[in-house]
């Protein structure tokens, strides 16, 4: 019996000799993010007359492996902001800690007027300030070789009010556009969505409900063509009214019934 | 270093994706490491007159094959009093490396704002052209990647116009193309700008040839030829087109133009 509490319930030393304690031992380089790990795939946004609307599925995987389903990728800030994360959900979740602590400290330095009738969090962060916020971070984190595996849209209002959609990606590269898509949608919604908007102009003429249509159905095509995703994913609509996110979103008119007529590819010799 | 070459001859087409790191470990030993470079496309270019001076650059923003923005500038006023840059007599275009091209753009631009404070009236371009190569020299092993081309009016009041590479080497010239289709600006403009390869008509042969006499180009043809060469370039490479965003730099401000370039 070893009588030092401290050696109780560790392999023991006689049996399988010393512990080797430079594994613990942080000796050499420091080691920072070198890829993702659990990742989340497409995120997709569009402008309209008078706001902006995104999707993301609710699927983290890891690797190839569908390991986490219910992981919503759509976060709203500071009442007037939705910002939707691609690439690693870890770094997601530190980001989202993150922006909520800086839009609660915001929201303290300086409270909306007390004026119940403006906007919640009227005076405070927009979309604007919080994408030029991520920006920074992202920048000053790959300049020191740590990056944040993300890429993120960040929609909502800017200061003169009218409709906000911008992306900045792990290196800090940041770019707006009246429709955004990264990863996989870059390929295949984005074609779709600049048929309807291909300019500012264009994106002020559609319809709320046009949006969102569109929207669902660059949904539907990544879902039939990007391996790495769901049926089930979150819409986010941001207005002046507010933003409304809906986490439990489930593909219309979406079937693979098709897949059994499909003949002549493979080993399938009829 | 291949990577900051605009050679062709070494790295072949300039596309992004043929900056691609090049990994020489051992087969099966391959580490997926955090580049922290990507390449954005685009082209811009600048002319000095006789008293203005044109910075240009298209608006498109590229990763790879795809077109992340049809309208995103690389072309920046410097050096006003506030941000809207209503005073500005100085225009920087970067491209390259976007994200770099923007930090090396802010701060540059909060230098010239802090001089301004400081001394009451604007940096010349000599004294900003000499402070953009100590910037970029100061991140010598960590490079800003993007190709700064300095515009304004020199103490003369003649269009000037001063170049750099990523690491802060700098020359004042009459023109110049940066960015992706430099190669296929650069050429057209030493024939139309600098008049290479132009001679007097029946003036001899070999050593008796006369080199045709240079002269400043007007405000008229230089636009006309800016707007020419990006056409050249968005037709052969497909990392420049959407629009052309130009500034005139002149005496009395800076004007600023845009023009539709092909969107394909």
Redesign the interface.
Known sequence: MDHRPQNWGRPRDDVYGAYDGSYLQSSGPKQ????PIVTGTSVIALKFKDGVVMAADNLASYGSLARFTDVPRLRSFAETSVIGFGGDVSDMQYLNRHLTDLSIDEAYAAPSSTDTTTSPGAGTLNAANLHKYL?KLL?SR??N?D?LWNQILVAGLDSSEAPFLA?VDM???????PSLATGFG??LA?PIMRRYA?TDEQAAQLSREEAVKIIKECMKVLYYRDARSLDKYSLAVVTKAGVEISEDEQLEQQSWAFAERIKGYGTQTV | MAMFSQNPLMNGPNYSFNEAPRVNAPEGARQHRFDPYTDNGGSTLAIAGADFAIMAGDTRLTSGYSINSRYHPKVFKIGGTTADQKDATLVLSVVGFMADGEALKEKLDSICKMYRYRHGKAMSVEACARRLSIILYQKRFFPYYAYAILGGLDEQGKGAVYSYDPVGSYEREQCRAGGAAASLIMPFLDNQVNFKNQYEPGSGEGHALQERERRPLTRAEVEILVKDAFDGAVERHIEVGDGLQMMVVTATGIEEIYLPLKKD
């Open positions: 920072a993010t070198q890829s920006q920048y790959r300049n070789f990056p992306s290196r800090g590269t940041a770019f707006t556009s870059a390929a984005q291909e």
